[in-house]
């Protein structure tokens, strides 16, 4: 069972992802076709900025994951045996 703190940790990270996802579509997606003199664009980023956070925030998943295979792969090596 799961406790309340799990549910609400849970639905926080469920509520990020869904604003995330939205604003992305938003921007991605929409804002082409809205004038560029309109207010909404002063609530998004450059477009260019589209491509760049999803290409480092890739980068650093593959790094983090690529230092804990590291690291979990260090600590379960065995120390090789001296044969004399």
């Given at each position: ?31 082409p ?43 379960s090596?065995k ?6």
């Amino acid at each position: 069972q799961a406790t309340a703190t799990d549910r609400a940790v849970g639905f926080g990270l469920v509520a990020f992802s869904l604003v995330l996802f939205v604003y992305y579509t938003l921007w991605i997606i929409v804002l082409p076709f809205i004038d560029s003199d309109h207010s909404i664009h002063h609530y998004f980023l450059p477009r260019e900025y589209a491509v760049i956070i999803p290409v480092v925030a890739g980068l650093l998943l593959l790094l983090f994951i690529g230092v804990f295979i590291m690291v979990v792969m260090w600590k379960s090596r065995k120390p090789a045996r001296k044969s004399d």
